[in-house]
Structure formats: structure tokens, C-alpha cells
């Protein structure tokens, strides 16, 4: 099982509507969280990092987290075709600088 | 803005040959890594290093080495490539706070 389980497996929105993310741990030394967005024939890239509880704001996008239940969550408002793509949650830990990856979530945002 | 480069961009590879994938940064981070990208299973990690001549073992490193040998080069290596190892392959440089992905190389192993 992954330790970086993220949810759902792909995505539909109409532009303009809000396109939620899950990603859930299964390793409570994971303490800091990023989610990335790939673009089709592109490398990831990073969107946000958050490493306390609650929510954090950059533009359009939220990110949330509850480390207690280890949960960490990606909201896209007013989502736009070119949020189109693959996003993956990533986490580490404190120890080290070895990151873990979830499966990934495809977004397509419809026009 | 931060850069990594990585050749080949394609490659063709036989059963039982001999690969070496090339990374190259200029973000002077201490830290890279060699992952590979599976539909299904996201990005795993291979190989990474915490600055020249160091590498160490990430979560699938069976069947595959890393050279270090300079802060800006990382090499990944495939001795003896196996279909199994047809993959998207991903580099990455980080600091404390995000790692910087190449384009990525397409590997097919025939």
C-alpha cells in the first residue's frame, strides 16, 4: 500500500467551478506536505507547500491540512482549462529529504 | 529561474544493454533525484544524493545505480535493462523547501 494515498483518481469540473483533492498518509512521521502539477509531456512542478495545521491560500488555490488524521487537501476555485493536468500530493518527513509520492489526480476542467 | 536538464530526451534501448541517463543542474542545490513515472503508481523514487560523491537508495532501487560526481551532474545507470524498466524518468535538484523536475527521458527497453 502507498503511504501517500491520494483521491479521486481523476477529475471533471466545469470552468469556472471549484475542483477539490484528497490526499491522505499513512506515515505519521510525514510532517510537511507539497502538492505539484504535471502538464501533459511536461515535469512536475510545484504548486504549494504546507507544513502547519489549517489552510493555506495562493491565488485560486487552498491547500489544508490536519495532521492529526493526516489529511491534506488541494481546492482549485473559479478552475480554469489550463488547470487541466496531473496533480500529486508529496510528503516527507523531518529526517530526511526523501520525499513520497501519491498516484496523482487527473483534472480536466471543461470549457 | 531554476533549471534541470536531462539527456537523452528519448531512448531506445535492447534487452541486456547498457543505459545512462544524465542530469544536469544549475539551481547549486545540494540535493537530487532520480524517480520514475508509472501510470498508476505515480512518481517513485530510485536513487538520490545529498551533494557529490554521495548517492543513496530510494524506495525502488533494484536494478539501477546513481553517479554523483560533481554538485551539477547525476547520473542514473541501468547495467543490464530489462523491459520492466520502461518508464518515464524524472530528475529533480531541491532545497529545504521544493524540489525543480526536468523534462524528463522516455526509456523504452525492447
Known amino acids: 500500500q502507498q503511504k501517500v494515498q491520494q483521491s479521486p483518481e481523476s477529475l471533471s469540473v466545469p470552468e469556472g467551478g471549484m475542483a477539490s483533492l484528497n490526499c491522505t498518509s499513512s506515515?505519521?512521521?510525514?510532517?510537511y506536505f507539497w502538492w505539484y502539477r504535471q502538464h501533459s509531456g511536461e515535469g512536475p512542478k510545484a504548486l504549494m507547500?504546507?507544513?502547519?495545521?489549517g489552510d493555506k491560500k495562493e491565488g485560486r488555490f487552498t491547500a489544508h491540512l490536519n495532521k492529526a488524521s493526516l489529511h491534506v487537501s488541494l481546492h482549485i476555485r473559479d478552475s480554469q482549462p489550463s488547470d487541466s493536468a496531473l496533480y500529486f500530493c508529496?510528503?516527507?518527513?523531518?529526517?530526511?529529504?526523501?520525499?513520497?509520492f501519491g498516484a496523482g489526480t487527473r483534472l480536466k476542467v471543461i470549457a | 529561474e531554476a533549471a534541470v536538464t536531462q539527456s537523452p530526451r528519448n531512448k531506445v534501448a535492447v534487452t541486456g544493454g547498457k543505459v545512462t541517463l544524465s542530469c544536469n543542474q544549475t539551481?547549486?542545490?545540494?540535493?537530487m533525484y532520480w524517480y520514475r513515472q508509472d501510470t498508476g503508481h505515480g512518481l517513485r523514487l530510485i536513487h538520490y544524493?545529498?551533494?557529490?560523491?554521495?548517492?543513496e537508495k530510494g524506495d525502488i532501487p533494484d536494478g539501477y545505480k546513481a553517479s554523483r560526481p560533481s554538485q551539477e551532474n547525476f547520473s542514473l545507470i541501468l547495467e543490464l535493462a530489462t523491459p520492466s524498466q520502461t518508464s518515464v524518468y524524472f530528475c529533480?535538484?531541491?532545497?529545504?523547501?521544493?524540489?525543480?523536475f526536468g523534462p524528463g527521458t522516455r526509456l523504452t527497453v525492447l
Open positions: 506515515d505519521r512521521n510525514f510532517q
Open positions: 507547500s504546507i507544513f502547519s495545521d
Open positions: 508529496a510528503a516527507r518527513d523531518t529526517g530526511n529529504y526523501k520525499y513520497v
Open positions: 529533480a535538484s531541491g532545497d529545504r523547501e521544493e524540489q525543480y
Open positions: 544524493s545529498y551533494g557529490a560523491g554521495s548517492t
Open positions: 539551481n547549486n542545490h545540494n540535493n
